[in-house]
């Protein structure tokens, strides 16, 4: 089993930035990728950025060129760096790990909030 623990979420005005962080625990060594994902109130949940093991990155088309995914294989920890929020960014946003066999595991979400 993997954990995630989420945390940096908060309220920050438009145009502001935030950085998520999701250290994972347990059975580490099993996870190929990590990600970010997010659910606004209404919405599906969405795909806003994946990274592997080998550094490989991809993002969903509206946070292009605003936000980061990085990792930390060391301290077995994924960051999401955020900037030039804005309001459209409000959502909660999870940790997702998933295993070789593509078992997927979740954290319990951090509330972002982008006020206009």
């Known amino acids: 089993q993997v954990q995630l623990v989420e945390s940096g979420g908060g309220l920050v005005q438009a145009g502001g930035s935030l950085r998520l962080s999701c250290a994972a625990s347990g059975t580490i060594f099993i996870i190929r990728t990590m990600a970010w994902y997010r659910q606004a109130p209404g919405k599906q949940r969405e795909l806003v950025a994946r990274?592997?093991?080998?550094?490989?990155?991809t993002y969903t088309d509206s946070v292009k060129g605003r936000f980061t995914i990085s990792r930390d294989n060391v301290e077995n920890t994924v960051y999401l760096q955020m900037n030039s929020l804005k309001p459209d960014d409000t959502a909660i946003y999870y940790c997702n790990a998933q295993s070789s066999v593509l078992s997927n595991y979740w954290g319990q979400g951090t509330q972002v909030t982008v006020s206009s």
């Open positions: 990274i592997t093991n080998g550094g490989s990155t």
